[in-house]
């Protein structure tokens, strides 16, 4: 008799657990933004459920945006007033610390720019940080000259090159684009 009330009670407690851990304030239809995935909130912040209930991207972000909207296979995220990236398995592929990201290939044809405390840099498409965040304006590339973006840093005009380096006047002279007017 003991054993059949422990069994009892453990399979209470384990249907509580479950139930427990799946309350939600609210669940989204599935495949709306992803397929076989279902968007929830709780207490005012999102993630991901997918059609067994499992949680695929925890509830902790103040957004979510579409996925293939910025870039193919990943959807924006905002956490606490900055922006990063998840993919379509739920990884963090960037990871939110940016308060702002331009849409990808717009200032160059596989980056997008990104801004950080005020200063603009660039991600590439797999989320890697290529130009640091550090410049106070930057003009999209080939606007003065080909291959090259105008950047302000500190008060001062300068260029860096499609690979994201700082132009110098020896880099210049080997450069294999044209000037334009």
């Known amino acids: 008799m003991k054993r059949k009330h422990f069994l009892l009670g453990l399979f209470t407690i384990s249907i509580f657990s479950i139930y427990a851990q799946n309350q939600y304030d609210k669940i989204e239809p599935f495949d709306v933004v ?17 059609k067994k209930g499992k949680e695929v991207v925890l509830p902790q972000y103040n957004k979510i945006e579409a996925f293939d909207v910025v870039h193919d296979g990943w959807a924006m995220v905002e956490q606490d007033g900055v922006f990063g990236f998840i993919d379509n398995t739920g990884k963090e592929v960037v990871l939110p610390q940016y308060d702002k990201i331009e849409p990808f290939d717009v200032v160059h044809d596989s980056w997008a720019m990104v801004e950080q405390d005020g200063v603009l840099g660039f991600i590439d498409k797999k989320g890697k940080e290529v130009v640091l965040p550090q410049y106070d304006q930057i003009e999209p590339f080939g606007i003065e000259h080909e291959g090259w973006a105008k950047v302000k840093l500190d008060n001062s005009w300068l260029f860096i090159d499609y690979k994201g380096k700082e132009v110098s006047e020896a880099h210049a002279s080997k450069c294999p684009y044209k000037k334009t007017k």
């Open 34 to 50: 992803h397929d076989g995935w279902a968007m929830v909130e709780q207490d005012g912040v999102f993630g991901f459920i997918d």
